[in-house]
């Protein structure tokens, strides 16, 4: 491709370079391509790039004509960043193959969902420890870091990366890893969507097969009780534990919900028997499965508007519980759960990734479910709540409705030094730009 056959021809230019599809109003599939899950928007183009060279192209375009960028694979994103209006949308989702090179590294595409990327491991005995929900998407999640089932005993998604394929804004495709391009890499661990379009990962998987998988649940009377029992517990059990507690909103069921606790065993399952002692327990559903089964989907009515905000908690304050419960009774759609950290996660140095809250114990993340009008007051309560919590840290996956403030949770000083100095350096127009994204160092 040459550089002027995309500047100065607009979208004609743009397709006869692009291999992949280009879609704009008027196409067939257009409105479904400036679709994702939390937004609806009319994009200028489209690009649905098969290689680094659409991406390339994409950008000289979005570049040409001075549009805003958004980097698309699973349309997860709770905050809409998949798309746009009125711009270009770099979708990477037909770069999705997932390939087994040797010594167990699988190189992946970034526009595969984690779903595909389980189901083809496990044919080989492989697993990757990345969410919990199989229509997610490489690039999104990996963006961010990626809390999965494995997370205490394998770390983040990002911390089994051993090199990246990445597109920067000067349009050069480079591979990064910790020998070339070291602080890229580092950045590309934690906030890649705001340093350039991640082609693939070349990621060392683990040979786990099967994991031991399910849901203990104790009557809601028992909640404090077994909350309380399982922070104590959580955290500090064998790595080879991964717990999360769930609190489903008290609007359903008259308020009588049931806690519950889902766990994942990569290991020996005896590590669960403290946790069917905190509490009468109404169902034991751990059953050992195949790490593809525990990847789920679901699906939300089309009028929902869930708002989601998270914390990460570096210990559990003494007056954390009371708080949560309260706020869980007075903002009846709400849905919490907690996952515990530690382990794997934090044997990673703070300063090795952008990712940066290795101390975190837990992370609280909560949901607004419901349609706007069901939440009706609600929003402005749930934000107030969370402006009350005052956690040490936040994941930059889990916020629909992301401020200024939030960055600096996501990213501590030191950490925002440092991107701002490699933006300033891979992107110093920044093109790739959202309400989470460091801005380049001002000179
Ligand atoms: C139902 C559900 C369950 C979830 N469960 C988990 C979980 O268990 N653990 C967890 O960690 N997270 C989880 N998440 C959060 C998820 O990681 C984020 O929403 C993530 O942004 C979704 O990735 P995506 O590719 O699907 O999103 P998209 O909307 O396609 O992308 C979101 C953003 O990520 C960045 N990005 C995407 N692709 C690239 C790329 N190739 N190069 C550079 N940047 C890119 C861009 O900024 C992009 O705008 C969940 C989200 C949902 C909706």
Redesign the pocket.
Known sequence: MTESAVVGRGLDGLRDVVSGEVLADGDAGYAEAGR???ADRRPQVVVRCAGPADVVAALRYAEAQDLPI?????????A????NDGGVVID?RPMGEVKVLPNDVVRVG??A?WGEVAARLSELGLAIS????A???????????????MVRKYGL?IDNVVSAE?VTADGSVRRVDAANEPELFWGLRGA????????SYDITAVRQPTVHFGTLLYPWTQTEQVLNGWVEYAATAPESLTSSLQLAPTMMADRQVPVAIMVCVAGDPAVLEPLRNLGTLLTDKVTEVPYAEVLS??SMPADWQPRIRNGLFDMWWPDLTGRLLEARQQLPAMAMEIRALGGAFGAMPADATAFAHRDAQFMVNSVLMGSVEAQGSQPGEFDAFWQTLRPNGA?V??LSDPTDEDIELCYPESHRALLAALKQEVDPGHM?R?AL?VSPRPE
């Open positions: 994702v899950v939390a958004a980097i698309r694979s699973g349309g997860h994103n709770a809409g960043f998949g798309t990477v970034a526009g969902t990345s969410g919990d929900t229509s997610v998407g490489v690039g999104g999640l990996m963006a961010g870091g990626g809390i999965g089932w998604a990445v890649a969507g705001s340093l350039g379009v991640v082609t989907d679901m994941y996956n889990f790739f959202n994204s």
